[in-house]
């Protein structure tokens, strides 16, 4: 797990964002991710994923794979 990926953002190409806010070991083996994607000028959803799948899914916008996380 990298703690490096708390506070990182990415803006896509139309405005939209994801940020990532925080990230909570659960058990020995469970980290979850919580993040906010906000479309255009709306309120931000807060969601919260396992973090390797959110590095499967999104990892690729912030530059790490499962090699490098």
């Keep these: 797990m990298d703690h490096e990926l708390i506070g990182k953002s990415y ?3 139309d405005g939209n964002s994801i ?8 058990d020995e083996d469970k980290v979850l991710v919580t ?3 906000q479309s255009g ?5 807060r ?7 959110f590095i499967g899914t999104f990892g690729h ?3 790490y ?3 490098n996380s």
């Design 11 to 13: 803006v896509f190409e």
């Design 35 to 37: 993040y906010e994607i």
């Design 19 to 26: 940020k990532v806010t925080q990230m909570k070991q659960r």
């Design 65 to 67: 794979n499962e090699k």
């Design 47 to 53: 969601l919260v994923m396992e973090y390797p799948e």
């Design 61 to 63: 916008l912030f530059k």
């Design 41 to 45: 000028p709306g309120i931000p959803r």
